[in-house]
Each structure stands twice: as C-alpha cells, then as structure tokens.
C-alpha cells in the first residue's frame, strides 16, 4: 500500500447564506428550547461548577480573560456553541475540563455542568437531561438555525472533481461544527477512494473560513495538503 500527498486546494469562495442547516420540521428536531434538562440537574450541578470551574470561566459563567476561559453563558457562549449538540458540549467538558485541576469529571458530573449551564443561560427546563438525547439535541437561537459564524472550524464532505489545474468539491453536503482539535486541521482533507458517488476520490475536508451558510454548490480547492491511501 503506497501513501501519496496531493497538493489541493481550498478557497472559501462562499455562496449566498442559507438557514436551512437541518430542513426537517421542528415537531421532528429537538432543541435546546423544548425544556431538555430539570431544575433539579442544574442545582446538582452548581455546586461542582463552583468548585471546579468558577476559579477560570467566573462567577457568573462570564468567563476569565486572564484565565483564556471562553464565556459559559450570554451571546458569545451562543456564537461558540451554535449550530452544534449538546453532545458536543458534554465531550468538550467530561474530556478536557477542568483544565488546571486534577479532578476527572464522571459523566454524571458533566451531565449536570451540562445542565447547569443551560439554566444560567434561561433555557426552558422540562424533561430530564440524559446521555441518549445529548446528541440529538440541536444548540441554536430561539428563532430557528442560523448560517455557521465566521471563522468557525467546520467539516464538509464532498467529492473531487478536475477543473482545468485545479480540483472542485462538488457534491459536497452543509458544512458542520467540526472540534477535535488533535487532528489538526485548519485546511487539511483526508481522501477516501472512489466511489460510485464519486468518480474521484471522496474528501473530507476541515478548514477555518471567512464566511459560511453555503449551500451544496461547488466549491473550488487550492493548496491543499491531502494524504491518500493507493
């Protein structure tokens, strides 16, 4: 098996922006604002953010500058996690907080950070927060999702097509929240072989972009590093 790098490339050349991220009925998507965690969770969770967690993203959940602690609560903590899950929420928390303590969280403990947070933001409560609908619980505005920030991390797959010395990603699906900062990669793609779907290689790429909400159109690459097994 022989491992070639292609040199590819990737500009952001952007479409017009499209809400429509997930196009099923809102009586088929659940979402931070259908009451997803109790009361009672956030009150267990208080206490453990109070000792694990207010020493570097605040009090008030309002972050720490000094500290590089992203705020937990309010309009940037919306930017940050919109558009996302809660499951991601949860992993980014059970897996890397806190990040100066000793301390382990169980899942339960995140479970109820989870929850705590949602309160400090004035998310309805309702039913009780449990593993199986983190995942499946979308984190956006009350009005309805809204195109990817700029500048956020995102994945997209598609496949390569040949555009005179250039490759285009057609084909290619929304563009996700994308954090799993250990592989690296700010305009990076891992190629797959061809498919019947694809009559190049299929590619996913991650990169940080300027501008999102494109739809399914085209996108141009350039000067892309990308690794493909033969």
């Not at 991601?88 to 806190?98: A, D, V």
């Not at 983190?134 to 956020?152: C, F, H, M, V, W």
């Not at 300027?210 to 690794?227: D, H, M």
């Amino acid at each position: 098996m022989k491992k070639v790098t292609i040199g590819l490339s990737v500009a952001l050349t952007i479409g017009t922006a499209l809400a429509t991220t997930l196009q099923t009925s809102s009586a088929e998507r659940k979402t931070i604002w259908n009451g997803v965690y109790t009361d009672a969770q956030a009150t267990t969770g208080q206490p453990i953010y109070e000792e694990f967690c207010r020493g570097c993203h605040g009090v008030n959940l309002e972050g720490g500058a000094s500290q590089g602690a992203p705020p937990l609560r309010g309009e940037k903590f919306m930017e940050n996690w919109r558009e996302d899950n809660l499951g991601s929420l949860f992993t980014k928390i059970r897996t890397t907080m806190p990040l100066r303590e000793s301390k382990v969280l169980t899942d339960g403990e995140a479970l109820h950070l989870v929850a705590y947070i949602l309160r400090a933001n004035e998310f309805p409560t309702g039913s009780e927060l449990t593993h199986n609908v983190l995942s499946a619980t979308q984190i956006e505005r009350k009005d309805g999702p809204k195109p990817l920030p700029n500048y956020s991390v995102v994945q997209v797959v598609g496949c390569l097509t040949p555009d005179g010395d250039n490759w285009t990603l057609t084909m290619a699906g929304q563009p996700s929240r994308y954090r799993n900062s250990e592989l690296g990669a700010f305009r990076c793609c891992w190629m797959e072989r061809p498919s019947r779907r694809c009559r190049h290689p299929r590619v996913t790429s991650r990169w940080v972009g300027s501008t999102f909400g494109f739809s399914t159109a085209s996108l141009p690459v350039e000067k892309v590093r990308c690794r493909m097994n033969l």
